[in-house]
């Protein structure tokens, strides 16, 4: 288990204390490489393949998540091994209708989003169309996420908590 706070971080430090980790929280934690870019959560997942917990607060003014973001992690091979996804604070840039398509394939990864304040009123209807999915399906043959963003349904928002707290 690894938990980083508030940190700047190398991506090479990042390898050396990481590569065995099963579990991996990280809050306000930006890794960059040696150009000094922000190193997408896609590449850290890739290098960490016993990871089973991810769970990420974003940092929003350098986010790791891109809109590419979930195509990648598609790719990497250990990807749907992982049990539990947490993130927190992402931006709209996140591919999140390519996300939901795989959620409802998926039967083992148990997803919780918390989006950025700061996204957009059509972002919020997209979101809102897909609870309204989630909310109007009678059986879901997949975990149902947990989708948290500022301004959402409050009763929206606890009926999909409850079916979320049920998978």
Do not use: W
């Amino acid at each position: 288990m690894l938990y980083l706070s508030d940190l700047i971080i190398s991506y090479n430090d990042f390898l050396f204390i990481s590569s065995n980790v099963e579990s991996i929280g990280l809050t306000r934690v930006v890794v960059k490489n040696e150009d000094a870019t922000i190193v997408p959560l896609e590449k850290l997942v890739k290098a960490l393949p016993k990871i089973k917990y991810i769970y990420l607060n974003e940092n929003h003014k350098s986010s790791m998540i891109t809109k590419n973001t979930f195509k990648e992690l598609l790719i990497i091979p250990h990807f749907s091994k992982i049990s539990n996804i947490n993130l927190h604070g992402i931006p709209e840039t996140f591919d999140f209708e390519k996300c939901f398509a795989f959620i409802k394939k998926n039967k083992q990864i148990e997803f919780s989003f918390v989006f950025s304040h700061e996204v957009s009123a059509a972002c919020k209807t997209r979101l809102e169309a897909i609870i309204d999915e989630i909310l109007q399906t009678e059986n879901h043959n997949y975990k149902v996420p947990d989708i948290f963003f500022s301004g959402g349904d409050p009763e929206k928002s606890r009926k999909l908590r409850s079916l979320f707290d049920n998978n």
